[in-house]
């Protein structure tokens, strides 16, 4: 349909003076700070792209971000796109801390599935146990620019190794358990990555899959990796027999590696990183070839931020749920 004429389309539904709170706060602090009156979204969004440094500092300080030092320049517009201009320059950061600046009993994480009762995980905990997951890591070996990689199902574990492994200053790239080993190893081959970390079963249209053949290809398809983290899907899978799989731990004997002589867990440490350091990598789907390896920085953060809280007008007490075929996640 012609945006021309979007006018003439009958309306299906229009929102009340409810919704969009989050943005109307962010309008009104650039009307005040700047002195315009922008009338509605559209005059807003002009402004946007007409003054985009002035646009993405406000941002910057509205989402709150937590950094070691403030950008000295958000961009150089004066460069061309193709010179691929630095973003906020100067500035370092760490996702990970700002991922857990809430260390409260305010509930983090709803997580529930076919083959499970439903867990909640309050931000105290989640830091507690991203500190563990992060202890380990650090003490096999994990550092500053190294990538790790997940297949696993949508569970708390991929979310916790997550954080942790961005607290360190390392990449994280993942791809879904249902992908074959060959599929698999066309999109990790790519990046050598130092860590797996996967699962023993996922539940796929109420059976039980066992990965335990795939990631042991996978393993011996990967030179680069060091380790091979398991996840146990239920308690008594800790006992199955995983030797033959190169290099591999289930995940209650790794986070014993980051763990004191006395017990205690090392504090956490946040490497602070360039607002272009490697943060993320994505895949394409390699319907033209292999997949290609999509790298996202720091960014990531403040788009993330953009469309959650201003366009999704999400806050503390939201709840927004995400689902896979074999677990569902709310996030809080």
């Not at 989050?22 to 402004?47: P, S």
């Not at 007409?50 to 989402?63: G, K, N, Q, S, V």
Request: proline share 4%; glycine share 6%.
């Amino acid at each position: 349909m012609a945006a021309k004429s979007l006018a003439d389309v009958k309306v299906m539904w229009k929102p009340d003076s409810r919704y969009g709170q989050t943005m109307k706060k962010f309008k009104k602090l650039i009307e005040e700070k700047y002195n315009v009156k922008l009338e509605g979204y559209w005059d807003f969004h002009k402004w946007s792209i007409d003054h985009i440094p002035e646009l993405w500092t406000e941002m910057w300080d509205f989402a709150g971000v937590m950094c070691s030092k403030k950008f000295e320049k958000v961009i150089d517009l004066s460069l061309p796109l193709e010179k691929s201009p630095e973003w906020f320059q100067g500035a370092k950061i760490n996702i990970a801390e700002n991922l857990l600046k809430y260390r409260d009993e305010h509930i983090a994480l709803i997580l529930t599935g076919e083959d499970r009762e439903a867990e909640t995980l309050t931000y105290s905990e989640l830091y507690k146990e991203a500190e563990l997951y992060a202890a380990a890591f650090r003490k096999s070996g994990l550092r500053k620019g190294d990538v790790v990689v997940c297949q696993m199902s949508n569970r708390k574990e991929a979310v916790i190794a997550m954080i942790a492994v961005l607290s360190i200053g390392a990449v994280w790239a993942a791809a879904v358990p249902m992908l074959g080993s060959t599929a698999a190893l066309n999109r990790f081959s790519q990046v050598g990555p130092k860590f797996l970390i996967t699962v023993d079963r996922i539940p796929h249209e109420k059976q039980s899959v066992d990965m335990l053949p795939k990631i042991k290809e996978i393993a011996e398809g990967l030179t680069s990796l060091e380790k091979v983290i398991i996840v146990e899907s239920k308690k008594d899978e800790y006992s199955r027999d995983i030797t033959d799989i190169k290099n591999s731990i289930f995940l209650k004997k790794f986070l014993e590696l980051g763990l004191k002589k006395d017990g205690s867990v090392p504090p956490m440490q946040f490497e602070q990183v360039s607002f272009t350091h490697p943060v993320f990598i994505n895949y394409t789907s390699g319907t033209t070839g292999l997949p290609k390896a999509v790298v996202h920085g720091s960014g990531f953060l403040l788009a993330t931020f953009r469309d959650m809280a201003l366009h999704f007008d999400t806050e503390r007490d939201s709840i927004s749920f995400t689902m896979s075929p074999e677990r569902a996640v709310w996030n809080r």
